[in-house]
C-alpha cells in the first residue's frame, strides 16, 4: 500500500495564508483522485478540496470556496492546497489522501498522509 507524506501547516492569525503539500508514490499518485480533508474535535472528517486523477476535475465545498487553491503536480507526484484569508473556524487537523473513487466520503480513500495542524487565531 502506498504512502502519503505531508509538510507546511502550523499557527497564523486570521487572514493569514499557509500551504499543506503532499507526496506520494508514484504508483500511489498515478491511479488516484486526490483530497484534502479536515477535522477538528468533536467534528467529522470533512473534504475540503477534491481534485481528479488527471488535475481537471476540482470540487471545493462553500466553506472554503474563493480562499482555498488545490493543485497537483503528476510529473512530481506531489499535492498542495494553498490556504488564503484563513478564519479561525479553519482550525483543524488536515489531511492528504488518495482513492480510485471521487468522493466526498472519507471511508473511499486508501491512503492518507499523517496529518497536519493547522491553528488561526483571531
Known amino acids: 500500500q502506498g504512502q502519503l507524506a505531508q509538510s507546511g501547516g502550523g499557527s497564523v492569525q486570521a487572514g493569514g495564508s499557509l500551504r499543506l503539500s503532499c507526496t506520494a508514490s508514484?504508483?500511489?499518485?498515478?491511479?488516484?483522485?486526490m483530497a484534502w480533508f479536515r477535522q477538528s474535535p468533536g467534528k467529522q472528517r470533512e473534504a475540503v478540496a477534491l481534485?481528479?486523477?488527471?488535475?481537471?476535475?476540482?470540487y471545493y465545498p462553500d466553506s472554503v470556496k474563493g480562499r482555498f487553491t488545490v493543485a497537483r503536480d503528476n510529473a512530481k507526484t506531489s499535492l498542495h492546497l494553498q490556504m488564503n484569508n484563513l478564519k479561525p473556524e479553519d482550525t483543524a487537523l488536515y489531511y492528504c489522501?488518495?482513492?480510485?473513487?471521487?468522493?466526498?466520503?472519507?471511508?473511499?480513500?486508501?491512503?492518507w498522509g499523517q496529518g497536519a495542524q493547522v491553528t488561526v487565531s483571531s
Open positions: 489522501a488518495a482513492g480510485r473513487v471521487w468522493s466526498l466520503l472519507p471511508r473511499e480513500y486508501t491512503v
Open positions: 508514484a504508483s500511489t499518485f498515478s491511479l488516484a483522485s
Open positions: 481534485i481528479s486523477k488527471e488535475g481537471d476535475g476540482i
